[in-house]
């Protein structure tokens, strides 16, 4: 077996001619002959077992409740805008429940940005529910870029006017897996029907949701 080295701040090249190096970079193999010396990526250390990307759920399940009362708020902002919307979710220590919170947005069409703030103590975030209002779930390249930092569920709904769909996702060190809704929510199907009444999310659009204004449109 050949060793294997960590470069850290403090490494010195050993004299070894061949040997294993583990960098910031990832793994590399390091050779050394009367003629070259070289440093070249390694796939991997052929002695160990394999290792694939996983995510293995720990958590409880997501109460469908959830999903409708972000659903009723998603509904109440498309009634009155026709966009987007998000929620975060969010876990309670102290009740070891998940809740969600709704940030202040500015959303217009397909858009939709939100206040980034950080939660207080007890109150820790677990990702975010998000509309894509009249149009099928999904997570485009824009979810994928401003997810990509943010470790945890990251869930979308879709044709909230119409009938529904959904994706979901984990997303953990920038590496995002799929993850089938009926593993993630409980009861599954979630009973879309029993969804309170968009009116019922009025004051909170008023209070947290700014549209974009208008585009400027010449000759009118």
Not at 119 to 134: K, M, N
Request: hydrophobic residues 40%.
């Amino acid at each position: 077996m050949l060793p294997i080295y960590l470069k850290d701040q403090d490494f010195t090249p050993p004299d070894d001619p061949l040997y294993y190096l583990l960098t910031k970079d990832g793994l590399f193999l390091v050779k050394s002959t009367p003629f070259f010396a070289a440093a070249v990526p390694a796939r991997g250390i052929p002695w160990l077992e394999p290792q694939e990307p996983e995510v293995r759920l720990t958590a409880p399940a997501l109460p469908g409740a959830l999903l409708l009362q972000a659903l009723a708020f998603f509904r109440a902002v498309f009634s009155r805008y026709k966009s987007e919307a998000v929620v975060l979710l969010a876990w309670r220590d102290a009740t070891r429940t998940y809740e969600l919170v709704v940030p202040h947005q500015t959303v217009g069409g397909g858009h939709c940005d939100y206040e980034v703030r950080e939660f207080p103590p007890g109150l820790r975030r677990l990702g975010t529910i998000h509309s894509h209002a009249g149009v099928e779930a999904f997570h485009s390249e824009r979810d994928e870029a401003d997810e990509r930092h943010e470790d945890g569920f990251h869930i979308t709904l879709g044709n909230i006017d119409g009938e529904l769909t959904i994706s979901c996702s984990v997303v953990v060190q920038g590496l995002r897996g799929r993850i089938p809704p009926e593993k993630l929510f409980t009861p599954y199907p979630v009973p879309w029907d029993q969804a309170a009444p968009a009116a019922g999310w009025a004051a909170e659009v008023e209070s947290k949701v700014t549209p974009l204004p208008r585009p400027i449109e010449f000759g009118t």
